[in-house]
């Protein structure tokens, strides 16, 4: 007896110790910044802490929406859509989910601090019907409202009031509060120990409702912010899985015993802006007026900018060079459109733009990049400038970690004249885009147009896109508005990234081409 009951307790050592064994340690080159799920509308702050706070409707692996903390809706008016809470859900904390925290969240998303504000820009009124059913109202008939809320984390009120987070911290001006540095959701992990800038640990839920499918007792995400490193940690198992690899090393890792790299096109789109607003550019040798307000001018920086070459060169073949703001995979997008968009690269005729515009030996301008958010986003500002230059365009390069770089590209005075960005439409619609982006800035359209590009027609398709349930008709519509948008040089489209991870091979994961990480989806073999 007693040698069974030790073989038993053996037998439960290593069980245990196996399933102790599920950590998961990955990487990444820049941080969160916030645990805050409404500090910023940016798709890895987003994505990271989805695994913390979930949403109504979310995504599945076929990127479709399905129920999370909402089991059903429909729509009793063209303007109305109403949601049928999942009950018996409880946060991590013990504190029972109600209609009451869906409204607060919905108050506390569109409340001064908040970046994802334009969420909810259709919506005239979110109301309480009972503790188990929410209505949102809208101005109008909005299709796609279903898609919009798929980001948008429900937050406890209890929680926030009781550690005084009802707003969200201003990210733009380095705000801080309660929820910058803790989190407390109904998701599938919790917030274990936060150290900003170096290391995060989540730890499962054990109060989830719902069944999981991942076998991780631990995850560690570490900030790796140099290449080279971060390649080298995963080689030496360090790390089990690198969220950023760079391209020049995709190949090296792809024939390394234990190591499985995983990749596909992406939805987001890399680009530049201008400043199209301010009477005279922030960073220019240029005074007393505002080169970017020319349409010759934006053309001709265009022109001088290379896309396949980069995509060639620094990119190493994996992006897919664009002339629209939008690219396949997202609802609007048309090849023929794109095509037509696209504009193939001439120095001199870009030179003589210029000099009709009354810059015949150039001019100098500063241009705000990140180095740690886009793949290669530094390599690509440096060719850009060096492509400029060819043209007579004297530009200098700041380059700046994500935090300072968002901070101060949308800030609420848009500090910069010529800077690099990337969005990925969390509806998969060009509307998302065209809203967001293009939109004339008004508080909550165009709240993501640092370049201030205005047109009121472009609003007025953008207005009919959003309330049109006609598919040929919205088509129109989109192709109208990325074409007016493409013909006066709003943006600069670069092209459309390919999301490059990689990982050790006894992990199993879901790469997903909006280029979420759901942790609810990775296992670790032993």
């Known amino acids: 007896m007693k040698t069974r009951m030790t073989l038993a307790a053996a037998l439960l050592a290593c069980s245990t110790l196996a399933a102790q064994a599920n950590t998961f340690r990955w990487a990444n080159d820049g ?16 994505s990271f802490n989805a695994n913390i706070y979930e949403p109504l409707v979310r995504r599945n692996r076929q990127l479709q929406v399905e129920p999370a903390l909402a089991v059903r809706w429909e729509q009793p008016s063209p303007t109305v859509w109403r949601f049928h809470l999942r009950e018996g859900v409880r946060f991590s904390d013990g504190t029972p989910f109600t209609a009451d925290d869906v409204i607060f969240s919905y108050e506390r998303a569109r409340a001064q601090g908040s970046n994802i504000s334009s969420v909810f820009a259709s919506v005239k009124e979110a109301r309480a019907v009972s503790p188990t059913i929410v209505e ?98 995963l080689i030496s198992n360090e790390v089990d899985m690198v969220y950023t690899v760079p391209p020049q090393d995709t190949d090296r890792l792809s024939r390394t015993a234990g190591i499985r790299v995983h990749q596909q096109a992406e939805l987001r789109t890399i680009y530049l802006g ?34 396949e070459a980069i995509v060639r060169t620094v990119m190493r073949g994996q992006a897919r060079a664009t002339g629209l703001m939008v690219g396949p995979g997202v609802n609007g997008h048309t090849d023929a459109l794109d095509a037509a968009a696209r504009v193939r690269p001439n120095v001199e005729q870009a030179r003589r733009l210029l000099a009709e515009a009354g810059y015949p030996n150039g001019f100098s301008v500063g241009m705000d990049c990140p180095n740690d958010r886009y793949v290669n986003d530094e390599a690509i500002c440096t060719a850009v400038v060096a492509m400029l230059a060819r043209a007579g365009i004297r530009v200098q390069l700041n380059a700046q ?115 979420w990480f759901p942790l609810r989806l990775v296992r670790v073999g032993q």
């Open 31 to 46: 941080d969160v910044n916030s645990m805050d799920p409404y500090a910023r509308n940016e798709t890895f702050l987003l």
């Open 136 to 233: 949102f109202e809208t101005t109008q008939p909005n299709p796609i409202l279903i898609e919009e809320i798929t980001t948008w984390g429900i937050m406890s009120r209890a929680w926030a009031e009781r550690n005084n987070a009802t707003r969200s911290a201003d990210l733009t001006t380095r705000q801080e509060n309660f929820a910058t540095r803790n989190a407390m959701g109904t998701g599938p992990f919790v917030l274990a120990s936060r150290e900003p800038d170096r290391r995060t640990v989540l730890t499962p839920n054990p109060t989830w409702w719902d069944r999981p499918e991942h076998n991780l007792t631990r995850v560690e995400f570490n900030v790796i912010a140099n290449d080279a490193t971060r390649v080298a940690a």
């Open 274 to 307: 201008m400043d199209q607003s301010r009477d005279e550019l922030l960073k220019s040798d240029v005074r007393g007026r505002n080169p970017f307000r020319d349409v010759r001018v934006r053309r001709a920086f265009q022109l001088a900018i290379d896309n």
């Open 401 to 515: 970690t994500r935090a300072r770089y968002f901070a101060e590209i949308l800030a609420p005075r848009y500090t910069t004249s010529f800077f690099m960005l990337g969005w990925t439409p969390a509806t998969y619609d060009a509307h998302n885009a065209l809203y967001n982006l293009m939109g004339t800035r008004d508080g909550t359209r165009g709240v993501f147009n640092s370049g201030g590009y205005s047109n009121p027609r472009f609003d007025t398709l953008t207005n009919q896109i959003a309330v049109e349930t006609d598919r040929t008709r919205r088509q129109a519509l989109m192709d109208e508005a990325m074409r007016l948008h493409a013909e006066e040089v709003g943006h600069i489209p670069l092209h459309q990234q390919v999301v490059i991870w990689a990982a050790r091979q006894n992990v199993t994961l879901q790469q997903l081409a909006d280029n």
